[in-house]
């Protein structure tokens, strides 16, 4: 139960107010149950009794019928109000729970998202947050529900009725019920755990799937993929068979014992009219209210059938969503920058993981405005990973970079990005038209500034071909080659002028002449900025005023 405290804390937070009023009518509601059917019971004893007496003619029938009428009536409006505010509140808590997962998910370690795939993040943002609802309104709220029901009922039936018909109704129903959700919670445990799982796993394989159609069927592997998809979903299907068996064991367990409860309490509300110490109806009244009180139970099957999901879920969102906000420092003061020192590392040192093994030790280097330097070496030697320390997406080892002179931690997350631009060898477009995805970039950018950018990197005849600026692009850019994608990112990156220019082997893929229309594209669009490059190609040595041999 642990994990699961965390979240409901955060969906309780987000509208109490409409939570309390909830929960309010779901007592109402439960208590107008079983007053329900407690007066029916007790009207229908007392009517033939008075029958059998002879008395009938004088028996006021139109009281209870209306008072049995009233109560279904406010039952249902009861309900009706109770799933508006309670379900609605939810779902507000849990929008606004899915903005924190991305904000945190976003926070994360840029290696730790390199890592991630679109179907698991698509999973991640959907399909957790949704499995969460049961917890407020499938175990929290009938729980303390339950509870309130069951105080009161026991106070109750112990004024109309008598104490001994009031506490063997509750306290036999609630053991009995306990000891069933107990029960039925630890046998549901592994298979909710391995249903979730096979349903997440059939998830994030169909999508995959679907996604990737054409290059498995190119490979001979759409037909594996399919099977994979299958898998899963069996996999799923059969532990949710075990969880439906589970459930409807439970039932007849929660059955059984309401049945035994109420029995109980009719032989001893029996023996106490025998006794004269209260009228049939009253002991009529105890049996049908202790049946009524069974219902409590009801809402909680479902949730001891799901808890061993919510654990899992519950676990994987918390480790996702962003801390507390660390309270702001006091300012720090800081030197102006100096736009002729550009970009500064100082015997930096850098590792891939934060433990891992030293890539590069005491790296010192100095770029000035309109100077291009590259970085070589051979593949593993650490030139990315000095590029991602210069961006400032994952933190040295030791030493400091310094933009502008200032060292990169004093800057301003959005300040940092006008001034540094970076192409990494993965980068991302997603689907919208090209002028969209320039866009992102400068949104007030003209179409005569996006075209001169694309002009820049080789691609203004492809977007021409394909449509112009409004030629829409699918997920991942397609519908553009994987050249052409990574020119249009490049292309994304020059349209702010970026004072600093990260690039990761931008030309990977482009034949000689191109390569060279791009490199020097690059630099025309951005004249005074300082370039740091990791270079594999000769084209990219060529082309840079300087080498550091990295490794």
């Known amino acids: 139960m642990k994990p699961l405290i965390p979240i409901l804390k955060l969906v309780w937070n987000a509208d109490r107010a409409a939570f309390l009023r909830g929960i309010a009518l779901a007592v109402v509601v439960l208590v107008m149950g079983v007053a329900l059917l407690g007066l029916s019971g007790w009207f229908i004893m007392a009517a033939g009794a008075a029958g059998l007496a002879g008395t009938g003619a004088g028996f006021d029938v139109f009281r209870p019928s209306a008072g049995v009428r009233f109560l279904a009536l406010g039952r249902t ?202 009228s049939p109806a009253f002991a009529a009244l105890g049996f049908f209210a202790t049946l009524g009180m069974a219902e409590v139970v009801g809402p909680l099957r479902r949730a001891m059938r799901e808890i061993g999901g919510m654990r899992d879920t519950a676990r994987r969102v918390l480790r996702w969503l962003p801390g507390p906000v660390a309270p702001i420092a006091d300012a720090v003061p800081m030197a102006p920058p100096d736009p002729e020192a550009r970009l500064e590392l100082v015997n930096l040192t850098v590792s891939a993981t934060p433990d891992g093994p030293r890539l590069v030790s005491a790296l010192s280097l100095r770029i000035r405005p309109g100077q291009t330097l590259a970085l070589v070496g051979r593949s593993g030697a650490g030139k990315t990973t000095v590029l991602d320390v210069a961006a400032g997406l994952i933190a040295p080892r030791a030493g400091d970079v310094r933009l502008l002179g200032r060292a990169l931690p004093q800057w301003e997350e959005r300040a940092l990005r006008r001034h540094l631009g970076y192409l990494p060898q993965r980068s991302a477009l997603t689907s919208g038209t090209i002028g969209e995805a320039l866009r992102l970039a400068r949104p007030e950018a003209s179409d005569a500034e996006l075209y001169a950018v694309l002009s820049r990197v080789a691609l203004d005849g492809v977007v021409e071909r394909i449509g112009g600026l409004d030629a829409r692009l699918g997920e991942g850019g397609r519908g553009l080659s994987g050249g052409e994608s990574r020119r249009l990112a490049l292309a994304r990156v020059l349209l702010r002028a970026p004072d600093v220019l990260l690039l990761d082997e931008p030309t990977e893929g482009l034949d000689r002449a191109t390569a060279e229309r791009v490199l020097g594209g690059i630099r025309a669009a951005c004249p005074n900025a300082a370039i740091l490059m990791a270079a594999h190609r000769a084209v990219e040595r060529d082309w840079a005023d300087a080498l550091h041999s990295v490794g």
């Open 77 to 278: 409006a009861a309900r009706y109000g109770e799933r508006l505010l309670t379900h609605d509140a939810t779902l507000k808590a849990f929008a606004a729970l899915r903005g924190r997962l991305l904000r945190g998910i976003s926070a994360a370690p840029y290696r730790s998202l390199l890592r991630l795939r679109g179907a698991e993040m698509l999973h991640r943002l959907t399909a957790d947050i949704d499995a969460l609802d049961g917890i407020a309104l499938r175990l929290a709220i009938p729980l303390l529900v339950g509870a309130l029901v069951l105080a009161g009922g026991l106070a109750a039936l112990t004024w109309l009725v008598d104490f001994r018909v009031a506490a063997w109704s509750v306290l036999s129903l609630a053991l009995g019920a306990t000891l069933a959700l107990i029960w039925a919670a630890r046998r549901s445990d592994r298979p909710s755990r391995m249903a979730e799982a096979a349903g997440r796993a059939c998830r994030v394989r169909l999508i995959d799937h679907l996604r990737g159609r054409a290059m498995l069927a190119f490979a001979g592997r759409l037909d594996l993929s399919r099977q994979a998809v299958l898998g899963a979903d069996a996999r799923a299907r059969q532990e949710r068979l075990i969880l439906a068996r589970t459930e409807r064991r439970t039932g007849a367990v929660v059955s059984l014992t309401a049945t035994f409860s109420a029995a109980g309490a009719l032989y001893i509300g029996a023996e106490l009219a025998l006794r004269g110490e209260i």
